[in-house]
């Protein structure tokens, strides 16, 4: 038996590229963008499936209900994490390889879309010395916990920033940034995208060949104790968090946080 555990998210879906209009609830084209991402999904688990995964269960990133998932549309050989927010994956416990779908790059990223890390107030996120985004902090999670990460879809900028944390991973890019130099945290900008239909196809071929992966790919690890380091965008939001248990003000935009547990380390 295999048992599959996908991370899912919004940003890094095909024809995705506006932030307020496909990615925010009360957005015009958000269903359309949430109907696309959970076709993703769907084709993700046909290649999982096709692969020899014998469970699957996704765990949907984008936020409180309604999420970046449309339940209703799921296919019926995945089972939904649901309800748990987007503060880091749950229900990941006793699975054998992490596949991640949606994915987009850390900010600062070049050639990047919609790229951002966890929040559009952050500009840069350290631990022990490491620049992290969402991709990496994902890894290194299910990764403490035995869990290899064996596969990411999402934009071009995503992919390279998975390959350089785990040599090996298997990637389904989507959708390339155009733009040389990084563009504004969440910020639309020029981008190349696959059709959705395509898009699709790539990821169902691509989940097959990485479940070829399960068992030769060593989970993501770094040891404690940890230090995090986060600077914001505002001056306003380093004022909030360093009112926090443990944080410690480092300047104006930066502060920091150390402890020996990876959950709750991150200070926002």
């Known amino acids: ?56 269960a996704a765990w949907d990133g984008h936020g409180p209900f309604p999420g970046g998932i449309d339940v209703e549309l799921l296919h019926p050989a995945c089972r939904l994490v649901m309800g748990a927010g987007d503060a880091g994956p749950t229900g990941y416990e006793g699975f054998d390889a992490m596949f991640m779908v949606g994915f987009h790059a850390m900010a600062g990223t070049p050639r990047a879309v919609l790229a951002h890390s966890f929040m559009g107030n952050i500009a840069e996120c350290r631990l022990n010395g490491l620049k992290l985004g969402e991709i990496g902090l994902n890894c290194l999670t299910l990764g ?18 998975v390959r350089a944390l785990i040599p090996g991973v298997e990637t389904a890019v989507v959708k390339k940034g155009l733009s040389p130099t990084p563009v504004g945290i969440l910020t639309q900008a020029p981008m190349v995208s696959l059709s959705p239909a395509r898009a699709q196809e790539v990821i169902r071929e691509s989940a097959r060949r990485a479940m070829n992966l399960v068992g030769k790919i060593a989970p993501f690890r770094l040891e404690p104790p940890y230090t995090a380091q986060v600077r914001f965008s505002e001056e306003k939001c380093a004022n909030q968090s360093a009112q926090a248990e443990g944080v410690r003000r480092l300047d104006t935009l930066t502060v920091e946080k150390s402890g020996n547990d990876l959950d709750g380390i991150m200070p926002f």
């Open 1 to 56: 038996m295999t048992k599959i555990f996908v991370i899912c998210d919004l940003e890094g879906t095909a024809g995705v590229v506006d932030h307020r209009q496909q990615c925010w609830f009360d957005g015009k084209y958000y269903e359309q963008a949430r109907r696309l991402a959970t076709l993703e999904l769907n084709a993700l688990v046909e290649g999982a499936l096709q692969g020899g995964a014998t469970e699957i």
């Open 144 to 161: 403490m916990a035995g869990i290899p990460c064996v596969f990411l879809a999402g934009d071009q900028a995503a992919a390279d920033e």
